[in-house]
């Protein structure tokens, strides 16, 4: 049996169980660079644990078409995770809340553009999933000797759609 997840457009309050929206909305909290820069300060809760360090790299995943076959999901239990896209197109961002070391129901939103996230350490989410643009993403992540992947695979897929 496959169940259906609509995906609704992503906000801060609904995502804030999961992680951050990262995006430049409202006004900015630093005006800097002789007035002509505007700093959203301070955006997202970073943690990348004792054994672990900040790490920049860039992400190319190709285009998914909807409606998606959610099969899996994965989380880092050693540290945050976020995702900035190198273009103005959204992408689908999936997410589960734990049920004792399992995900739950997941959930799904749809970026606006511009929009970003970070998950919070041990958020179990769906993979990087863009559904237009050029699949180029910032990714900021820990770096470090322990593992920091788990995956786990549904008995049975969900269909994600928008609405």
Avoid at 26 to 37: E, F, S, T, V, Y
Avoid at 124 to 152: C, K
Wanted: net charge negative; charged share 20%; aromatic share 8%.
């Amino acid at each position: 049996m496959t169940l259906t997840l609509t995906a609704e457009p992503l906000t801060a309050a609904a995502f804030a169980p999961f992680g951050d929206v990262l995006e430049a909305s409202g006004d900015p909290d630093k005006i800097i660079n002789q007035g002509l820069c505007g700093r959203f300060h301070d955006r997202a809760r970073m943690d990348f644990g004792p054994d672990g360090r900040a790490g920049i790299s860039v992400f190319r995943a190709e285009l998914r078409t909807l409606p998606l076959t959610l099969d899996m999901v994965e989380r880092h239990p050693e540290g945050s995770q976020a995702f900035l896209p190198l273009d103005r197109e959204p992408f689908l961002v999936i997410v589960a809340e734990d049920a004792g070391g399992k995900p739950g129901t997941p959930r799904a939103f749809v970026t606006a553009p511009g929009q970003g996230v970070n998950y919070m350490r041990n958020t179990w989410h769906g993979v990087l999933t863009p559904v237009a643009g050029n699949g180029l993403f910032a990714v900021v992540d820990r770096i470090g000797d322990t593992p920091n992947l788990e995956e786990l695979w549904f008995d049975s897929p969900y269909r994600v759609t928008l609405p």
